[in-house]
């Protein structure tokens, strides 16, 4: 009993620590792009669209990659705690930016899983695009702008995740369809 509650003490803290990472405010470069690009000039609109797709992004990569199946819950645990103790949430405005921080979820965690056509990159850029604002034909050019940056959204949360919760280690000679018991 006493391993089990220092076991999720500690899987608790990371996730927290996880969270810190994540939640850093984007790029000025990048805030001002999307305003051009989405926000018809929306600064605030830009920089709230950036910060929900990296805590969104950082989310899924915490679902999809980690070593632990619980790490993904405890990761929503702390990015709630941190939601309700967000400066740029106006106090009795949680719930909405909760919903709308999940109808971003479900929205990239779409373009994340579609393969079709030019691939998730691309979906993901149109997805940031469009709840910009941006639901007109954008050109090429963009597009891939908005899916470069959310790579590197992807890429930092990956990152983080592998420093705080490790990860995964095979000798050389065992592939990892050998440890799940399915080698072909």
């Known amino acids: 009993m006493w391993r089990e509650w220092r076991h999720r003490r500690a899987l608790r803290a990371r996730a927290q620590s996880y969270v810190r990472a994540i939640v850093a405010e984007p790029d000025e470069a990048h805030v001002r792009w999307l305003a051009e690009q989405g926000t018809a000039g929306d600064i605030d609109h830009a920089r709230w669209e950036l910060r929900y797709a990296r805590r969104a992004l950082a989310l899924l990569v915490a679902a999809r990659d980690a070593l632990d199946d619980r790490t993904a819950s405890a990761v929503a645990h702390a ?64 597009v891939q702008y908005a899916a470069e940056l959310l790579a590197t959204y992807v890429v930092e949360a990956n990152q983080a995740l592998r420093e705080r919760f490790g990860t995964a280690s095979l000798p050389e000679d065992v592939a990892p369809s050998a440890v799940r018991g399915t080698a072909l």
């Open 79 to 142: 990015l709630s705690l941190a939601l309700a103790d967000d400066p740029a949430v106006a106090p009795g405005k949680v719930r909405v930016a909760e919903r709308q921080l999940n109808d971003r979820l479900r929205a990239y965690g779409e373009a994340l899983r579609n393969r079709d056509g030019a691939g998730s990159g691309w979906h993901l850029g149109r997805t940031l695009l469009a709840f910009a604002g941006r639901r007109d034909a954008v050109p090429p050019a963009e």
